[in-house]
Nanobody, 118 residues
Framework: QVQLVESGGGLVQPGGSLRLSCAAS????????MHWYRQAPGKQRELVAR???????NYADSVKGRFTISRDNAKNTVYLQMNSLKPEDTAVYYC????????????WGQGTQVTVSS
């Protein structure tokens, strides 16, 4: 079995920063692409950022220049550094990863709440 556990969410004022972490554990052979998604109340889940095993990255237009995704392959961990946070960044943030166990599957974390408010 594989688990993804997120941490680092919380309440922050507009203009502030947070760093999310997501650690994968279990019978992992390889981790391919890792992603951060978010879902705000009443809205569909959206892709925020993506990073490949070789550290190629992609970002949603709404977070470019403010968020940075990175990973530590030795720790099976992906991070999301969020700067200049805005109220519209408020959402539950989910980690997702393509992981090789016996076969390649997509796994999700349980989500962590990020609230940007004064």
């Amino acid at each position: 079995q594989v688990q993804l556990v997120e941490s680092g969410g919380g309440l922050v004022q507009p203009g502030g920063s947070l760093r999310l972490s997501c650690a994968a554990s279990g019978r992992i052979v390889s981790i391919y692409a890792m992603h951060w998604y978010r879902q705000a109340p009443g809205k569909q889940r959206e892709l925020v950022a993506r990073i490949t095993y070789t550290n190629n990255t992609n970002y949603a237009d709404s977070v470019k220049g403010r968020f940075t995704i990175s990973r530590d392959n030795a720790k099976n961990t992906v991070y999301l550094q969020m700067n200049s946070l805005k109220p519209e960044d408020t959402a539950v943030y989910y980690c997702n990863a393509d992981i090789q166990v016996t076969a390649r599957y997509s796994y999700w974390g349980q989500g962590t709440q990020v609230t940007v408010s004064s």
